[in-house]
Nanobody, 133 residues
Framework: EVRLVESGGGLVQAGGSLRLSCAVS????????IAWFRQAPGTEREGVAC????????YYADSVKGRFTISSDNAKTTVYLQMNSLRPEDTAVYYC??????????????????????????WGQGTQVTVSS
């Protein structure tokens, strides 16, 4: 059974940093993709960052490029989202998601392919991030 558990959210002032963690169990990272999404009240869930383990490509939403970094530990049991220079508009519930997405051909599908929230079958429970101004 695929299980994802997020942690690391909290309240931080604008300009501050947080590191979110997504503890993963029930599958091997090989040929999987792990993504972070966020959802603010009254908005749709949006893709923030994605790491494709099949081809090691990383994608970021334009709104977080240069500020957020997605990574994994060497044991491949945890995926992180380092968030720097946080802004009030980053306030949301952050979710990690996992899906089996092999890419032996190395095709660059682009961020739109990975940031379609409806296409991801496995989700964590979410962690709240609040950035005060």
């Amino acid at each position: 059974e695929v299980r994802l558990v997020e942690s690391g959210g909290g309240l931080v002032q604008a300009g501050g940093s947080l590191r979110l963690s997504c503890a993963v169990s029930g599958f091997s990272f090989e040929d999987y993709a792990i993504a972070w999404f966020r959802q603010a009240p009254g908005t749709e869930r949006e893709g923030v960052a994605c790491l494709s383990f099949s081809d090691r490509r990383i994608y970021y939403a334009d709104s977080v490029k240069g500020r957020f970094t997605i990574s994994s530990d060497n044991a491949k049991t945890t995926v992180y989202l380092q968030m720097n220079s946080l802004r009030p508009e980053d306030t949301a519930v952050y979710y990690c998601a996992a899906d089996y997405r092999p890419n032996s051909s190395g095709t660059d599908y682009g961020p739109a392919y990975y940031f379609d929230a409806g296409a991801w079958p496995n989700w964590g429970q979410g962690t709240q991030v609040t950035v005060s101004s």
